[in-house]
T-cell receptor
Framework: NAGVTQTPKFQVLKTGQSMTLQCAQD?????MYWYRQDPGMGLRLIYY???????DKGEVPNGYNVSRLNKREFSLRLESAAPSQTSVYFC???????????FGPGTRLTVL | QKEVEQDPGPLSVPEGAIVSLNCTYS??????FMWYRQYSRKGPELLMY????GNKEDGRFTAQVDKSSKYISLFIRDSQPSDSATYLC?????????????FGKGTLLTVNP
């Protein structure tokens, strides 16, 4: 049971490049989330998906797009990366029974 | 004002000390309160979970919620170097949509041997 997995673990981009961060969970959870974590800012919600086929904006959605590919996978895309998107990105999924979120190990992204 | 405020620290204590970590919140609709622990370069993991006011104990950890003053606390007894981590409080409102947690910024704790 791997829980929540994220790829890649590290990435360096140049300004204007695009990339997709991948997230998968094997816990059969309906809801999935993308957060970014910056020093002094805490965890901020970018997008979430309450169930397969639905996505909604969170607190800081600008510059990002998401796809809920199926129940297991939720990807985050940066179409034209900017230095302000340098951050650590966490994916999470929600356990309805235990009423909590499980987080992946994170992707450390640097945009030069 | 952010909905959830947390002193970022850092907090440094000797091994064996009692640690008190605190958050305040402004949204009176919050009903569920959590503490997550995040080790360096790892994802957050759930440590404690409480509903409404009261105390909850789990080993060396006690979570306390006072809804009248909108204050939540995490106490760590007999702290160990392995407790060194960032602790994040989180709140949510079951009447809101889609289980969006509101996190504090986290407090960095170091327990010195």
């Amino acid at each position: 049971n791997a829980g929540v997995t994220q790829t890649p673990k590290f990435q360096v981009l140049k300004t204007g490049q695009s990339m997709t961060l991948q997230c998968a969970q094997d816990m059969n959870h309906n809801s999935m989330y993308w957060y970014r974590q910056d020093p002094g800012m805490g965890l901020r919600l970018i997008y979430y998906s309450a169930s397969e086929g639905t996505t909604d904006k969170g607190e800081v959605p600008n510059g990002y797009n998401v796809s809920r590919l199926n129940k297991r996978e939720f990807s985050l895309r940066l179409e034209s990366a900017a230095p302000s998107q340098t951050s650590v990105y966490f994916c999470a999924s929600r356990d309805v029974i235990k009423d909590t979120q499980y987080f992946g190990p994170g992707t450390r992204l640097t945009v030069l | 004002q952010k909905e959830v405020e947390q002193d970022p620290g850092p907090l440094s204590v000797p091994e064996g000390a009692i640690v008190s970590l605190n958050c305040t919140y402004s949204n009176s609709a919050f009903q569920y309160f959590m503490w997550y622990r995040q080790y360096s370069r790892k994802g957050p993991e759930l440590l404690m979970y409480t509903y409404s006011s009261g105390n909850k104990e789990d080993g060396r950890f006690t979570a306390q919620v006072d809804k009248s003053s909108k204050y939540i606390s995490l106490f760590i007894r007999d702290s160990q170097p392995s407790d060194s981590a960032t602790y994040l409080c989180a709140c949510w409102n079951s009447g809101g949509s889609n289980y969006k947690l509101t996190f504090g910024k986290g407090t960095l704790l170091t327990v010195n041997p």
